[in-house]
């Protein structure tokens, strides 16, 4: 069986789950309820036997149904179980890596653009310094604040030790702001599109999220003014550099207007800008928090980006009052970010060899940025506009036909062929999709473009 093939049937079956979950959430089915034959199932369905009886495997695994001797198969969880197995929002689908799937969906450098046994050198070079492996002090390794201190300051960006915080990556960045900082009810303003909207971080914890235009120069200061109001509670969440997932630099006379909007009208500013190292042309303006003095803008970085994701090490930079709120609700949450992960981060950032990584991954990114550019015009180019990035890996592609991009996304999926719809980054509608060329080789990159063109062209008719 084509992989092609085995995924449609995985996306039939797991419609066909969804629609029992469905009847069990809905009280339809209630526990101990026998529920149809897979014949049954099948013909009201309208799917294959063999569809049915994946899904009910499925569910079965999950602990939702059961089979019984003598009455068949049964509903025998309707709690924990069943809320566990219920699709995410705007879930996207995920393959392990070895089922010969061209991915051009994750936000991700691929190994093979890393220098060979980059990480094992860096290892080798901590054997016989590490004596123990404790808690850390609640705000993180210090010799690693110390390094990313040291790091942001070269950057342009000043900041203290301790000003920063050591997290597991950005996304618990985000978690602790939401959870400790901004109040139920507050409005987030961002970007539209923006890959915030496609995690429920905010919003699971009641807070709204609202869209501003974006032009060329990144977040337009008109749309900024008409959707904020004075006295209303909450922030600006923005990716300046290389925004995820249109590739937006935000230009420095932008930045400068943004920031003063938001220090006049007392908005506070989370910057997102773990996307800041991957510049491929020339080095990005200065970082909204280099320009700030007031304390109103909270820095994210990380190292997952241009480094490794497994490290999971990000930070946050701001007031040291703040810094130490947040501390303490990260201690409260985990006990402190892997010790390991953060001695081997700083033993990077301290000793010079991020410059000199960076170096080797720009190289390489850039090869994979002029390689995809090439595939685009040469397969897209009549039915598709875009604009190629000046750093980061993201090419946001508009299509110039309205076609349904739930069709496409499943085509190009049964064609093994996976990417990021525009739809998940967007309150609205959109017909736009996300590409990533930092993942795929350029030869697979070229092999996914020429499948989906195929499918571009007939949705369009």
């Not at 079956?13 to 959430?25: F, L, R």
């Not at 999220?209 to 904020?228: A, F, P, R, Y």
């Not at 609700?329 to 970010?337: P, R, S, V």
Request: proline share 4%.
């Amino acid at each position: 069986m084509s992989i092609g093939q085995i995924m449609k049937r995985s996306i039939k079956s797991d419609a066909v789950a969804g629609w029992i979950k469905d009847q069990i959430v809905r009280g339809k089915w209630a526990i101990g309820t026998k529920i149809p034959s897979q014949r049954v199932l099948a013909e009201e369905l309208s799917v294959n036997r063999s569809t049915v009886v994946a899904a009910l495997e499925q569910l079965k695994a999950a602990g939702i149904i059961e089979g019984v001797m003598g009455k068949g198969t049964i509903v025998a969880s309707n709690t924990w179980s069943l809320l566990a197995a219920l699709p995410a929002e705007d879930k996207v689908q995920s393959l392990p890596a070895d089922t010969g799937i061209i991915d051009l969906s994750k936000g991700e450098l691929a190994e093979d653009v890393f220098p060979e046994n980059y990480l094992n050198d860096v290892l080798s070079r901590l054997s016989g310094k590490i004596h123990s492996l404790g808690y850390e002090d609640r705000g993180g390794y210090e010799p690693l604040r110390e390094a990313i201190a040291g790091y942001m300051t070269r950057q342009g960006t000043k900041v203290a030790p301790s000003s920063v915080l050591i997290v597991s990556g950005a996304m618990q960045g985000f978690g602790l702001i939401a959870s400790g900082l901004l109040e139920r009810g507050s409005s987030v303003l961002l970007e539209e599109p923006s890959y915030l909207y496609s995690i429920r971080t905010f919003q699971s914890l009641g807070m709204s999220l609202k869209g501003i235009e974006m032009d060329g120069d990144g977040v337009k200061l008109d749309s900024l003014q008409k959707t904020w109001t004075s006295g209303q509670k909450g922030a600006l969440y923005t990716i300046p550099c290389f925004h995820n997932p249109t590739g937006i630099l935000m230009s420095e006379t932008r930045r400068k207007e943004v920031l003063s909007f938001c220090s006049t009208n007392r908005l506070p500013v989370i910057e997102d800008d773990i996307y800041r190292d991957l510049w491929l042309d020339e080095p990005p303006p200065p970082s909204l928090k280099s320009m700030d003095e007031t304390g109103n803008v909270l820095y994210i970085g990380s190292l997952s980006k241009t480094l490794s994701p497994g490290l999971r090490i990000g930070w946050i930079a701001g007031s040291d009052s703040v810094i130490e709120r947040l501390a303490d609700l990260k201690m409260q949450a985990d006990y402190g970010t892997s010790s390991l992960s953060q001695r081997v981060a700083a033993e990077w950032l301290g000793e010079g060899l991020y410059e000199h990584h960076l170096e080797y991954v720009r190289k390489e990114l850039k090869k994979r940025r002029q390689a995809a550019s090439e595939s685009l015009q040469r397969h897209l180019s009549d039915v598709a506009q875009w604009t190629m990035p000046n750093g980061g890996f993201f090419v946001w592609l508009r299509l110039n036909q309205p076609i349904s991009l739930r069709e496409l996304y499943t085509e190009a999926l049964n064609e093994g062929i996976l990417f990021h719809p525009g739809s998940i980054y967007t309150e609205g509608t959109s017909r736009a999709i996300r590409l990533s060329y930092g993942y795929a080789r350029p030869d697979q990159f070229e092999e996914g473009i020429k499948r989906m063109k195929k499918w571009i062209v007939a949705l369009s008719k």
